[in-house]
Nanobody, 116 residues
Framework: QVQLVESGGGLVQPGGSLRLSCAAS????????MRWYRQAPGKERELVAHISSGGGSTDYADSVKGRFTISRDNAKNTVYLQMNSLKSEDTAVYYCNAIRNRNNYWGQGTQVTVSS
């Protein structure tokens, strides 16, 4: 059974940091590209960050470049999103996504709220 379980969300003040984790199981994690998406209230889901299966290639939305870092540990079947210098506009539910060819798996999401 495929599972993606996000954790690490919460309430943080503007300028603060959070580290999201996504633990994967039920598929061969190391051959899947991994992504983080987010969805704010009333907005469409948007791609935040992407990392290739081997971890050698990453890409980011312009809105988070220089502040967020995606990484993965294939030995632990886990992908991370380090979020620094958080802004109120980063408030959203963050989702982990695994993709390879026609296979596309999603986690349940974790809430990140940036507020003073």
């Amino acid at each position: 059974q495929v599972q993606l379980v996000e954790s690490g969300g919460g309430l943080v003040q503007p300028g603060g940091s959070l580290r999201l984790s996504c633990a994967a199981s039920g598929f061969i994690f190391s051959i899947y590209h991994m992504r983080w998406y987010r969805q704010a209230p009333g907005k469409e889901r948007e791609l935040v960050a992407h990392i290739s299966s081997g971890g050698g290639s990453t890409d980011y939305a312009d809105s988070v470049k220089g502040r967020f870092t995606i990484s993965r540990d294939n030995a632990k079947n886990t992908v991370y999103l380090q979020m620094n210098s958080l802004k109120s506009e980063d408030t959203a539910v963050y989702y982990c996504n695994a993709i390879r060819n026609r296979n596309n798996y999603w986690g349940q999401g974790t809430q990140v709220t940036v507020s003073s």
